[in-house]
């Protein structure tokens, strides 16, 4: 099974082979509002997670996602401020008593409407990634796959 580790410092991803071999590298853009797991903070969680749940297998490049729901489709030339949910989602899980409410608070591992700013912190708690990269990590992970979400 492989396993997701990603970088908050390097606003980097990395997918990794159960024998810990780098398989890719992803940038990613983490919260703008910092680190934390508190309710309604739309911070980043820090520590150990599992993919609970995937969705949008099979959905078109740039669905959009509204409560898990495909609700339409976005593309380039859509311009919005809005934090769009797109192409993919992986509901992330925490494993560890300071980040148990990760589920509860609907942080994913999604694409995104602004890929202009990956590599910078610029979402709401979510972890964003290009559209064709979350297609490509889906079709690679499974539900229950380890993720680690640490500072440096």
Same mark, same amino acid.
């Given at each position: ?26 940038? $990613?853009?983490? #919260? /703008?509002?910092?680190? @934390? ?6 911070? !980043?969680? +820090? ?16 669905? $959009?996602?509204? #409560? /898990?729901?495909?609700? @339409? ?6 311009? !919005?401020? +809005? ?34 700013? +990956? ?34």
């Amino acid at each position: 099974m492989h396993k997701i580790v990603i970088s908050v410092a390097r606003q980097e991803m990395e997918l990794r082979s159960a024998r810990g071999k780098i398989v890719a590298t992803y940038p $990613i853009s983490t #919260s /703008r509002f910092g680190l @934390g797991s508190e309710p309604g903070s739309n911070c !980043t969680p +820090l520590g150990k997670f599992r993919i609970q749940e995937k969705i949008g297998a099979g959905s078109l490049w740039g669905t $959009i996602f509204s #409560s /898990r729901q495909a609700i @339409g489709l976005w593309s380039p030339a859509f311009e !919005t401020d +809005l934090d769009l949910i797109t192409t993919r989602i992986l509901w992330l899980d925490g494993l560890e008593k300071h980040n148990a409410n990760t589920h509860d608070r609907y942080i994913y591992i999604h694409g995104t409407n602004h890929e202009d700013v +990956l590599g910078t912190p610029a979402g709401h708690g979510c972890i964003r990634m290009a559209n064709w990269h979350v297609v490509e990590l889906f079709d690679l992970v499974e539900s229950g796959t380890p993720v680690e979400i640490r500072e440096k």
